[in-house]
């Protein structure tokens, strides 16, 4: 089976472009997540889908980012205008019931 | 809310000693509880979870974990390591109406001494 298939795996990007990333969940898994890592805050849960309908988007930390998963098989991160401090790796996840979730492995964000 | 505590940042073990990783977690009521070890530049994998039953889980790559209500914790063992258990490890606790928020410790860096 195939996992989940994140997109780009690397990105540098200059401050101020728009930034998306990609993410296929794991076929028949119902919840989508998005985290982000990095050394400062650790693992943090943006948001997260169910059904293609966002549950939980308390950790999205400003209106520069949005998250939206069209159908089922894929969703998207944007970040706009991107800006130095949003450097980090974002992982996308997906669960069927809603726990145990499996990683992708990771897009990892430079914003120079 | 729920949090996860893991109260070692880092720790360093010998090849063959035993490891035991901590965990602490706040959680109204019965929490499901997951460890997942990430490797450099690698997402994570999941280790072993707890959601009933028995207290003590076993996963994969010989770890163990033992949920513990009266101390609220949940730490991870195992009996001897190897060098390619080097890694970040965390403990994380699904909360939320239908268990779905699932909220990350820190992680504790595991270094192994040869």
């Known amino acids: 089976d195939a996992g989940v298939i994140q997109s780009p795996r690397h990105e540098v990007t200059e401050m101020g472009q728009e930034v998306t990333l990609r993410c296929k969940p794991i076929s028949g898994h119902d919840y989508l997540f998005w985290y982000r890592q990095t050394m400062m805050r650790g693992l943090e849960l943006l948001i997260y889908?169910?059904?293609?309908?966002?549950?939980?988007d308390s950790g999205m930390p400003e209106d520069r980012f949005s998250a939206k998963m069209p159908n089922a098989s894929f969703s998207t991160l944007k970040i706009q205008p991107s800006e130095p401090r949003d450097s980090a790796v974002y992982f996308c996840?997906?669960?069927?019931?809603?726990?145990?979730?499996?990683f992708g492995e990771g897009s990892w964000l430079t914003v120079v | 809310a729920q949090s996860v505590t893991q109260p070692d940042i880092h720790i360093t073990v010998s090849e063959g000693a035993s490891l035991e990783l901590r965990c602490n977690y706040s959680y109204g009521a019965t929490p499901y509880l997951f460890w997942y070890v990430q490797s450099p530049g690698q997402g994570l994998q999941l280790l072993l979870k707890y959601f009933s039953g028995d207290t003590l889980v076993q996963g994969i790559k010989g770890f163990e974990a033992e949920f513990k209500r009266s101390q609220s914790s949940f730490n991870l063992r195992k009996p001897s390591v190897h060098w390619s258990d080097a890694a970040e490890y965390f403990c994380a606790v699904a909360a939320g109406s239908s268990a779905s928020k699932i909220i990350f410790g820190s992680g504790t860096r595991l270094s192994i001494r040869p």
């Open positions: 889908f169910n059904n293609n309908v966002p549950i939980d």
């Open positions: 996840a997906s669960s069927s019931g809603g726990n145990t979730i499996y």
